[in-house]
C-alpha cells in the first residue's frame, strides 16, 4: 500500500473539491422544483431515476482518492442528518459547500483557524436558539402537518395526504411503516399492533433487507423463567414444527446453549425463530409481559403462576399476522389479542395514575403501558407500474415520514430555507457572545453560508441566482416565493413550511463537517499497490 500526502492549502482544495463534486449533484434535486438523477449501477438491469438528494449523493465514488475523502466528509454528515430528522440531506449538503467555499476565501495564515471555528459554532448556536423560539407548533390531524408532509413528499399532495392520514391514524405512540402493495395503487392500513422495548439479540437473526428480523403468522412464547438449555423449551418447538410456524420468544432471560441452538437452528433453515429480551425488571417487567401476551392472546408463562414450559399447549401460545424485530425495538403485527383482558389493564393503570403519591419512574412507566396498549401500528402499502417508480416512491414517503414526525416534536417554520435566510440579515442574533475578530470571522461565514438553501431552490425553478437574491431580499414577514407558480404567497397560508428540526439539524451537521474540512492541515490517502 501507498500513501499519498496533500498538505496545508492543497488538502484542503482537494477535500473542497471532493465536496463540490457531490454537492453540485445533490442539490439540483433541491425544493419542489427540483430535478432528477438518475443512477446506473452495475449489475442492475435498469438506471434507477430519483429526486431523493441522500440516495444520488450516496452513488457517487470518484477515482480520485482525495476528492472521494470530500465526498465521504458530506455523506456522513447527510448520513447522520437522516438518521436523526428522517430528511434534511440536501439542505445539509448545500451548508456545506457554501461554508467550505466561504471559508477557504477568508482563512489564510494570519488568522487563528480554532477561533474561527469556535465563532462558528457560536453563531450556529445563536441561529438554532432563535429557530426554535420562533418555530410553529404542528399538531396531529392539523393543516400544518399536511403542509410539512406535502413539501417533504416534493409537493405530492397525494403523497402528502396519505402519508399525513397515516401518522394521525397510528398517534403519538404509534408506528408507521412501509410496505409493498400487492396492485399498482398506494393505500394505508390501520391494524392492532404492541410496540416492546426489546432489540434483537444476535445479528444472525437477521433475515430481512439486512436490518431486521421478520416472522410471518408467528405463534409466540411469553415467559419470565430462565431460558438457557434447549431442553426447556423443546416440546414448544416440537409444536411449532408440527404446526408449520415461526416461533418468537419473548422473555426476560435467554442465554447460554439456548440461545446459541436457536441461532444456528435458523442459520441452517432447520427452524424460522427469533428471541429477544424485555428490557424491565421486578414488578414492571411482570406487567410489561402481561400486556404483551394479551396483545398476542397468549398465556403468560410466568415463575409466578406455577406452570411450567413443559406444561405449555399450543393453545397457550400467542399469534400475530407478522414480527419485526430490529436494533431497536420489536413491533407485534395484528395480534390475535385478548381484548377484555386489554380493556382492564388500561383501566386499571389509569386508576393508578389517579394515585397522587406514586413514584415518578413508575408514573412513568405506567404512561409507556398505557401508549403501547392504546397505540396501533399503520402500514403504507406502496403501488406502482413498476420497480422502479416504486423505489422512488418508497423513498419520498420514508422522508415524509421523517419530517413528519419530527415537525410534531419540534413544530414548523417558514418554508423553501427562508427561515435560514431571515437569519442571515439579524446581526444581533448571529454574533451574539463573538467579541474576537477571528470569531467574527466565523460568524460571517456561517451568516453568507445560510442564505445558499432558499437561493438553491429558486435557482432550480429556472431563474438566475441574482434574481433569487433580489427576490429573497424583498420578501415580508412570513412571505415565501412558490417555485411552482413563480409567485409571492404566505408561506403558512400556501403550505410552504419546513420541519424546525429538519433545518436545525442540517445546520448543526453541516457546521461539524465543514469545521473539520477547514481546520485540515493534512490530507493522507492511502492507494493499494
Known sequence: MKSKIYKSNEAREKLAQGVDEIVDVIKVTMGAAGRNTVIDYDGYPLPRTTRDGFLSGNSIFLEDKALQAGVRLVKNACETSVSETGDASSSTAVLIQAIVKKGLGMIDNSVNVNLVARGMEKAKDNIIKHLNKTSKKVSFNSKNLLNVATISANNDKKIGGLVSDAINMSGEYGRVQIENSNSIYTTIESKDGFIVDASLLASEFINKNGVSNELINPLVLVTNILLENIQDISNILTITQQANRPILIIGTTIQGDLLATLVVNFV????????????????????????????????????????????????????????????????????????????????????????????????????????????????????????????????????????????????????GGTALYDVSTLDNIIYKGITLDDEKIGGEIIQFAIREPAITIIVNSGLERDEAVNILDTLKNNEIYNVLNYNVENSFRAGVIDATLVITTALQNAVSTSIAILKTESLIVNKNN
Open 268 to 415: 441452517n433453515k432447520r427452524l424460522i425463530t427469533n428471541a429477544v429480551e424485555v428490557a424491565q425488571y421486578g414488578e414492571n417487567s411482570l406487567d410489561m409481559l402481561s400486556d404483551i401476551a394479551n396483545s398476542v392472546g397468549a398465556v403468560f408463562i410466568s415463575q409466578e403462576s406455577g406452570l411450567s414450559l413443559q406444561e405449555v399447549t399450543i393453545e397457550m401460545l400467542g399469534e400475530c399476522e407478522k414480527s419485526i424485530t430490529d436494533r431497536f425495538e420489536t413491533r407485534l403485527i395484528g395480534g390475535k389479542s385478548n381484548k377484555e383482558a386489554i380493556e382492564e389493564s388500561i383501566n386499571n393503570i389509569n386508576s393508578q395514575l389517579e394515585d397522587k403519591e406514586i413514584d415518578p419512574s413508575r408514573k412513568e412507566f405506567l404512561k409507556d403501558r398505557l401508549a403501547s396498549l392504546s397505540s396501533g401500528i399503520v402500514n403504507i402499502y406502496i403501488g406502482s407500474q413498476t420497480k422502479v417508480e416504486a423505489e422512488e416512491l418508497k423513498e419520498r414517503v420514508e422522508d415524509c415520514i421523517g419530517s413528519c414526525l419530527v415537525s410534531i416534536k419540534k413544530g414548523a417554520l417558514r418554508g
